[in-house]
C-alpha cells in the first residue's frame, strides 16, 4: 500500500494505514496525520494555486496560521490541509487551478509579469479594454467554490457558556506550565488549544517532543486543569456578555461542539508564536519551510522531510533540527544566514536548489528556514494588552512585567507571545505567571469565583 | 501612481500652507472628491485636512454598494448621475474601482411589505430607473442559493451595481495633488474661528488660513461643526460588517433584505460582504463589531441561504454611519456662518453619492450653477419642519 | 524568468509591491495593507505584517516605536457561519 516514495519512517510507530481520495486517485495515509502530511509523505507536492499569479504552493507552517496549504475537502472550500485529520475515503482537491492544480496555464501570469502588476492602475483605458479587465479578473478572483452540500438546522450546533477562575489560552510548554500552576493553587483552570494535539512548540523539537509533550499534558491533568483541545479561541468580544444581564467581556471558542463562550476572573495568553519566511526571490516555492514545520514533520509524525536538506539559521533550534535531520539519514548542508544569506530558491513545483551570497547554485530538496518566529499577540492585543514591535523578540511581542502581568486588568501573559524566548524559557514563565496569577486572588481580597 | 512612470506623488509633507482659498476637514471619498472637482475647474488653491490615513472612515469601510434604488425622488435621479460617474471613473481618474453592476435585489419577507415595494418601484421607474418587481421564483432563478419559500416578492434594478471604495481615495488625492491640492494626512483639526470674511483653522501641523470651508468629517462633522458654534442634527450609528473566504464569483447581484437590513454581495475578490441591522446602545464613534452581530447576521443568513452554513467568516469590523434625522445629507451654508460649507449626514449612501455630490458641490463653488439639492438639504429644513424621509436604508 | 520574494503569501504581494507603497508616502502597517492588500487574505497576516513592520521601521530611520500592528479584527481563525446560527436554549 506505501508508495515508493513513501517518506514515513519505519523505525516510528504511524497510525492504521488507511486512503485519501485525492483528485480521483487513492492515496495512502495513516491515521493521527493531517492531510497536508499524508499528502508529502505520499509523495504529493503542489496543493494549491496562489490567488494572483497561480504560483504553485504547497504546505508552509503545518500548525493553521499561514494561508498555504487550503484544499477543497469533502466538498467543503479553503479548508487548511494542516489542521484536518484524515479519515478513509476523505475527498480532497486543489482549488484556483485550471485546467488541474498540477498544470495551470494561468500560471503564465507569473511568467508575463516577473516584477509583479499594479492591479490599481492597470488598464484603466480605454473603457472598453478596462469592461474586459474588470469581467476577466472577477472570473479570476477567489479561491475555492461555493461549498457543496448545504448544512441542515437541526445539525447546527447549541452555542454554550463556561465560567472559570483561569483561562489559559494555549496548550504549549508556557501555557501548559501556567495552567498546572494555577489548579494546584486551588483555581478552576481551564486549558484550550486550537491543535489536535497539545503540545504546541515541544511537538516540533527533536529534543523534546511526544514524549515531553505528553508528560506535560499529564502534570497539568493530574493538577486538574480541564483541557479542550481542537479549539480556537476566535476573539475577545469586549461588548458581549455570555449570558443576558451579565458583566460584558467574554471570549469566544470554536470547539468542535460548536460555539463556546468563555468567562473567566484571569485571562492568560500564552499563545506563543507563528513561523515565518525569510525574504528572498521565490520565497513561496513548495519545499521552502520554516524550520518549525520541518520539526514537525520529522518529530510529531515521523516522516522524513529530505534527503538533502538546507538547514537555514545558526540558533540553538537550527542547530538541533540539524543534527536530528543527520541522524534521519539526510545529508544536511547548513546556512548560517548572516554571513552567507539565500538570495532566490530555484525549481517549479519544488524546490531543487538555492542560489546564496557565496554560492551559485547549492542543490536540495528542501529548505528549512530557522527566522525568529512572530509572537502571537492578536488575541492580547484585542484584550487590550499593549505590545511593542521589537525586531530581536521577533515582532509585536506584548508588554508584560517579570510574573507576566499585563496592564489590561485581569490579563496575564507568558511564553513566546511576549517575545521569543524558545522552550526553556516559556517553561519558566509560565510557571511563574501561573505562581502570579494564583497570588492575585489573594490580592484581591475576594474569594474564589468571584469576578473582579 | 503606476509604477516608474514619474508620477508618483506622495501626500502632503510638511506643514499646510498658511493660506488658502479653500480647506477641506475631511479626507474621506468626499472631501477627495470635491478637492479633485474643484481642481479640474481650477480652483486648486485647496487644502484637504484628514486625521487618520486614508481610508481610515467611511469611505474604508463601506461595502462598496451603489444603487438607484431609494424611496425619495431626490435620491433616485442624484444615484442615477453618481452610477453614470462610476462607470468612467476608472478612465477619468486612472485608477481601477472594479466597479460591477450586477443589480441589487431586494425581498420583501412579509407581505405588508409588498405595497411599499411596488410604490417605491413606481417612482423610481417614473424616473428612468429599469427597477422592475419580481417573483420568488424570478429571484431564485437569479440567486438559486436562496431559499425562495421565506420570500413574498421582490424586485430588481440589474444598473445597480458594487465597486471597491479605497482605490476612489487614492485615485481622487493623486489626481487633486498633482494639480496642486494639498492633502495633508494625520493631521488633525483642533479649532476654527472667523478670521475677517474667512477662517483660521488650528491643526496638529500649524495654522491656516482659509476662505472657505467645507466639512466632510462624516461621523466626525458635528464634532467639526461644534468649533464654530453650529449644531448639526446628525448622529454616528456604528453600521457593523464582516467579509468571508473568497470563493470563486457565483452572486450576481447585492441582496437586501428589507425586514432585517441584510445584505451581502460578492468582491471583485470573492470575498461574500455583509452587514445586517443589529440592535445598538454604545454611544459614540464605535469602530469594533460584536459577536451579537455575528450571531444576528449569522442566524438571518442560514435561514435564507442555507448554502452559506460553511462559509467561513474572516474578519468582521464597523464603520460609521452619519445619520440624519430624515435620511437625506445637509448641505449648503448653514445660518449666520457664511462661507462654511456643510457636505455630511449621508447615512449609508455617502459613498454612492460622493461622485455627483462632489462635482454639484465644485460647479457650485467655482461660480456656477447651484443645484437645487443645495436648498432642499439645507440645515434649515428641520427646524422648518420641510422634511421628507428616505426609507429604504440598508445594514 | 519571476523576480518575486513573496511578502504576503495569502495576496500574492511581493517585497517590491510594498517599498513601492512605501515610496508613495504610505510609511505604516495599516496603509501598507489597504494600499496592497497584504495580511486581508486567509492568515489575516500571521505570515507578513512583521515583514511588513521591518519595512516601515526602515522607512521609519529605524524607529521601531512607531510602528503599530493593524487592528487585529475577530475572528483570529476563519470559522463556518454555521457555529453562530442557533440560539442559545437554557
Known sequence: MARADDKRINEVPHGDRLNLSFEGDDVPACAGESVAVALFASGERVLSRSIKYHRPRGFFCLAGHCGACLMRIDGKPNVRACKTPVKEGMRVERQNAFPTGAFDVLGAADFFFPKGMDHHTMMTSPRALNAVLNKVVRQLGGLGKLPDVPASPAELPRPRHKHVDVVVVG?????????????????????????????????????????????????????????????????????????????????????????????????????????????????????????????????????????????????????????????????????????????????????????????????????????????????????????????????????????????????????????????????????????????????????????? | MKRGSGEDIQPTQGPPKAKCEIAIIGGGVMGLGIAYQLAKRGIKDVVVLERGYLAQGASGRNGGGVRMQWSTEQNVRLMQQSIELCKSFAQEIGVNVWFRQGGYLFLAKLERERAIMERNVELQNRCGVPTRMMTPEEAGALVPELDIKKIVCACYNPKDGVLFPWPFLWGYAHQALKRGVEVHLFTN???????????????????????????????????????????????????EILSTEPLKPFLTPMVSVLSSGLYFS????????????????????????????????????????????????????????????????????????????????????????????????????????KHEVFDRCRLQRFAEGKIEKESMILG | MSNKAIICRCEDVTLSDVQHTISLGYKSIEEVKRYTGLGTGPCEGKECMVHCARMVALANGGDESVVLPFTSRPPVQPVPLAIFARGEEE
Not at chain 1, 494546584?184 to 486549558?191: A, D, E, H, N, P
Not at chain 1, 460584558?248 to 506563543?272: C, D, F, I, N, Q
Request: net charge neutral; hydrophobic share 40%.
Open chain 1, 171 to 452: 496548550g504549549g510548554p508556557a501555557g501548559l506550565g501556567c495552567a498546572t500552576e494555577t489548579a494546584r493553587g486551588g483555581k478552576k483552570t481551564l486549558l484550550v488549544d486550537e491543535q489536535d494535539r497539545v503540545g504546541g512548540s515541544l511537538l516540533a523539537h527533536p529534543q523534546h517532543g511526544v514524549r515531553a509533550a505528553n508528560e506535560a499534558l499529564a502534570a497539568a491533568l493530574k493538577a486538574g486543569v480541564e483541557v479542550l483541545s481542537s479549539s480556537t479561541v476566535l476573539a475577545w468580544y469586549p461588548e458581549d456578555a455570555a449570558v443576558d444581564g451579565g458583566e460584558p467581556g467574554l471570549l469566544a471558542v470554536h470547539t468542535p461542539e460548536g460555539l463556546l463562550k468563555v468567562t473567566a476572573s484571569r485571562y492568560v495568553y500564552a499563545t506563543g508564536s507563528y513561523d515565518q519566511n525569510a525574504v528572498f526571490v521565490d520565497n513561496d516555492r513548495p519545499g521552502v519551510l520554516p524550520a518549525r514545520a520541518v520539526g514537525r514533520l520529522l518529530v510529531r509524525f515521523g516522516v522524513k522531510p529530505a534527503e538533502r536538506p538546507v538547514v537555514v539559521g545558526d540558533g540553538p533550534y537550527a542547530r538541533a533540527l540539524a543534527d536530528a535531520l543527520a541522524r534521519a539519514g539526510a545529508e544536511v548542508t547548513r546556512i548560517d544566514g548572516r554571513d552567507e544569506q539565500i538570495v532566490a530558491a530555484h525549481g517549479h513545483g519544488w524546490v531543487r536548489s538555492v542560489e546564496t551570497t557565496r554560492r551559485k547554485k547549492l542543490k536540495c530538496d528542501l529548505v528549512a528556514v530557522a527566522a525568529l518566529p512572530a509572537p502571537a499577540s492578536e488575541l492580547p492585543r484585542q484584550h487590550g494588552v499593549a505590545v511593542a514591535f521589537n525586531d530581536g523578540k521577533g515582532g509585536f511581542h506584548c508588554r508584560v512585567d517579570d510574573d507576566g502581568r499585563a496592564n489590561a486588568p485581569h490579563v496575564f501573559a507568558c511564553g513566546d507571545v511576549t517575545g521569543f524566548g524558545g522552550i526553556d524559557d516559556a517553561v519558566s514563565a509560565g510557571a511563574r505567571c501561573g505562581r502570579a496569577v494564583v497570588a492575585s486572588f489573594s490580592a484581591n481580597g475576594m474569594g474564589a469565583g468571584a469576578r473582579a
Open chain 2, 266 to 369: 460578492q468582491s471583485m475578490r470573492g470575498e461574500i460582504v455583509t452587514g445586517i441591522t443589529v440592535e445598538d446602545h454604545a454611544q459614540g464613534i464605535q469602530m469594533g463589531s460584536r459577536l451579537k452581530f455575528l450571531t444576528t447576521l449569522a442566524r438571518e443568513m442560514v435561514s435564507l441561504v442555507p448554502r452559506f452554513a460553511d462559509l467561513k467568516v474572516l474578519r468582521q469590523w464597523a464603520g460609521p454611519y452619519d445619520v440624519s434625522p430624515d435620511g437625506h445629507p445637509i448641505l449648503g451654508e448653514p445660518p449666520g456662518v457664511p462661507g462654511f460649507y456643510l457636505a455630511c449626514g449621508f447615512v449609508g449612501h455617502g459613498f454612492m453619492m460622493a461622485p455627483i455630490i462632489a462635482q454639484l458641490y465644485a460647479e457650485w463653488l467655482a461660480g456656477g450653477h
Open chain 2, 189 to 239: 483639526v483642533d479649532a476654527i474661528t472667523r478670521d475677517g470674511g474667512g477662517f483660521k483653522l488650528t491643526t496638529s501641523k500649524g495654522e491656516v488660513r482659509a476662505k472657505r470651508v467645507i466639512n466632510a468629517a462624516g461621523a466626525w462633522s458635528p464634532e467639526v461643526a461644534r468649533m464654530l458654534g453650529v449644531e448639526l442634527p446628525n448622529k454616528p450609528h456604528r453600521h
